[in-house]
């Protein structure tokens, strides 16, 4: 199992930037009073028929040709389920894929969230061809970072140039914490 969500995140987002995916929608959502957290990631990729769907849960199973096992989702999976949570996949070949996972935070086998917030800054800054949509939500408060409306407002600058790293960071943290209080 991984240490942290975030990096299930991580993983998860990757199998959606090799299924050809343009846009990848990431949702956090804490409920401090319920205890749960949930955790969706959307795109937009080439989608799976109904028999790789049965298999993607399967630790002995993937689509790529480096490795013969695939950890990502069977280990999300593990953890949402070790939480007392619940995990849900559902695809459509040529429509895309959504990974949804319910974790209960007061459950000793919760894992942490992590950085959340580095994981989105790398999967932005490195993927510059893709739009992300992240949504961070505690109870009532959230914010979005829609890399679409960043475009819209940078024009054609890169994600990596220095400027745009730091203000992504510092939208990030800053943002994470007002959403906290």
Partial sequence: MLPEISLNVLDIAQNSIKAGAKLVEIEVSRMRQDKTMTLS??????????????RVIDPFFTSRTTRKIGLGVPFLKQ??????????????????????ATFHTDHIDCMPLGDINSTIFSLVTMNEDLDFVYTYRVDQKEFTLDTREIREILG????????????LREYLSENQLEVEQ
């Fill in 156 to 167: 054609n600058v890169s994600f990596q140039n220095a400027d745009v790293t730091a203000f």
């Fill in 79 to 100: 953890a949402a389920e070790a939480s007392g949570g619940s995990f849900r996949i559902t695809s459509e070949v040529n429509k895309g894929t959504q990974v949804f």
């Fill in 41 to 54: 990631i959307n795109d937009d990729g080439c989608g799976m028929d109904a028999e790789q769907l049965e």
